[in-house]
C-alpha cells in the first residue's frame, strides 16, 4: 500500500514537470513574492507526508496554521494588499477551511502563486490547498494530480476590447480576425482561445504573459488588442484599471467555455478532500436554510431543523468522525459567513451578482447546490 502509494506520487510529479515544461514553465521561478520552492527541499516534504500514510489535515492540525495557495492579485478573488493581508472571494474560502479545521479564520499564511506555479506547489507539499481561481479539468485531475472540491463561481471566458476598436459587449469570436490576443502563461485560456479561433476560421496573433498585469498593460498602451480569461476577471480588471480615455467592452454574451472555479488539493488523500468539501458544503447549506454570521448563535441555540442542528454541533453531528471539533462549521459561518455573505461581501463590489446566474441557489435556478448533511 505504501509502496504503491509512493510510486504513484513519483509517476505524478513526473507527469507534472512534463505538463509544466509544456507550459514553458521551470516550476521553480517568476514569483516575486517568495513563494518559488527549492525543488530539494520541496520533494522531500511530499516523500514526508506520503511516507507516514497521513493526511494534510493532521499536518495543518499540528502546524497551527494553513499554508493557502492563492493569486495574489485576481481581483476580488485574492489581492495581496499594501499591508501584506489578501483579501477577497478565494482568501475567503481559505479562511473557512481554518475556521473549520483550527478554529481560528486568521491561521492563514497565504502564498500567492502566478498560473503556471500553481500545481507544483501542491505537488511538492509547499501548500496545502490551492484556492486560485482554478478550473476543474480532466487533465489536471487525472495527468496533473490534483483531487477538486466543489465548484465555488461556475465561471466561463470571455474577451475584452477596446470600444474604440469597433467591438460591442455582442461581438463574436469571427470579429476578431487579425487581432493581437494577450493571455496568462499556464491557465486554460491559451487553449480555449486557439480552438475558439480555429473553429470560427479566425487567425489571430496569440501573446503569452506570465504575470497578468502585462496582459491589461498591453491592453491600455495597445499592444494587445483584446485580453481574455475568465469572465470574472475581466470584470475585475476593467474596474480597477480601465482608463478614463478609453471604454473596455466584455464579449461575447455567451461565455466560449466552462470555468468551474473551486479548490483543488493533491490526490487521494480522502481525509483532507472530506475537510475542505464539506467546508464549502456547509457554507452552501448555511446560505440555504439562511444561517449567517449574525443569526448563528441564535441558529445554534434553536436550530431550525435537524441537519442545520447537526452542522451547528448539535445532536447527530458529524464533524468529530472527520477528525475536526463538533463546532467546525458553525466557527466557519461564525467567523467567515455563509456562501452568500462570502459571495456578496467580495464580488458585488465589483459588479459581480448571484441572480440570473450559475451561482444562485439551486432553488432560484442557479447550479450551487450542496448534498445532504446527514
Ligand atoms: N481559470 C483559469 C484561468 C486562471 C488564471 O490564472 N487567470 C489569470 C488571468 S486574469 C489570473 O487569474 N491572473 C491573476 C494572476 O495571475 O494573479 C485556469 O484555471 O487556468
Redesign the pocket.
Known amino acids: 500500500m505504501g509502496r504503491s502509494k509512493w510510486w504513484q506520487v513519483v509517476a505524478a510529479i513526473m507527469a507534472f514537470s512534463l505538463l509544466a515544461a509544456a507550459c514553458g514553465d521551470s516550476g521553480s521561478s517568476n514569483n516575486d513574492q517568495g513563494a518559488g520552492t527549492g525543488g530539494e527541499e520541496a520533494s522531500s516534504t511530499t516523500v514526508a507526508v506520503v511516507q507516514d500514510g497521513g493526511s494534510v489535515l493532521d499536518t495543518v492540525i499540528s502546524r497551527g496554521k494553513l499554508i493557502c495557495g492563492v493569486?495574489?492579485?485576481?481581483v476580488a478573488f485574492s489581492e495581496t494588499q499594501a499591508d501584506g493581508s489578501v483579501t477577497g472571494f478565494d482568501a475567503d474560502y481559505c479562511r473557512a477551511v481554518a475556521a473549520a479545521v483550527l478554529g481560528d479564520a486568521t491561521a492563514v499564511e497565504f502564498v500567492p502563486l502566478?498560473?503556471s506555479e500553481r500545481f507544483t506547489a501542491v505537488q511538492t507539499g509547499e501548500v496545502d490547498v490551492l484556492i486560485r481561481?482554478?478550473?476543474w479539468t480532466q487533465s489536471r485531475d487525472t495527468d496533473v494530480g490534483m483531487d477538486f472540491g466543489p465548484t465555488t463561481y461556475y465561471d466561463g471566458q470571455q474577451l475584452m476590447a477596446r470600444e474604440s476598436d469597433g467591438f460591442t459587449s455582442d461581438s463574436t469570436i469571427a470579429d476578431i480576425e487579425g487581432a493581437v490576443v494577450c493571455v496568462?502563461a499556464g491557465?486554460?485560456?491559451e487553449k480555449n482561445i486557439t480552438e475558439a479561433a480555429d473553429a470560427a476560421g479566425v487567425t489571430i496573433t496569440l501573446k503569452t504573459f506570465e504575470?497578468?498585469d502585462a496582459v491589461y498593460d498591453g491592453l491600455i498602451d495597445g499592444s494587445c488588442d483584446i485580453a481574455t480569461?475568465?469572465g470574472s476577471?475581466l470584470v475585475g480588471r476593467k474596474v480597477k484599471q480601465q482608463p478614463a480615455d478609453q471604454n473596455w467592452v466584455i464579449f461575447p454574451p455567451t461565455p466560449i467555455s466552462k470555468?468551474p472555479?473551486g479548490p483543488t488539493y493533491l490526490q487521494n488523500d480522502s481525509k483532507w478532500a472530506d475537510v475542505i468539501n464539506w467546508t464549502v458544503y456547509a457554507t452552501i447549506i448555511f446560505d440555504e436554510k439562511g444561517i449567517t454570521s449574525q443569526n448563528v448563535d441564535e441558529m445554534k441555540a434553536n436550530p431550525p431543523d435537524g441537519e442545520a442542528g447537526r452542522l451547528l454541533g448539535g445532536e447527530g453531528e458529524l464533524q468529530t468522525a472527520m477528525g475536526l471539533s463538533a463546532d467546525a462549521f458553525y466557527n466557519v459561518v461564525k467567523q467567515v459567513g455563509n456562501y452568500d455573505e462570502i459571495y456578496a461581501k467580495n464580488l458585488n463590489p465589483v459588479g459581480l451578482f448571484r441572480q440570473g446566474s450559475q451561482n444562485a441557489r439551486a432553488s432560484e435556478g442557479g447550479l450551487m447546490f450542496a448534498p445532504p448533511a446527514r
Open positions: 493569486s495574489g492579485s485576481a502566478s498560473a481561481n482554478t478550473t496568462n491557465t486554460t485560456t504575470e497578468s480569461t475568465d476577471g470555468e472555479l
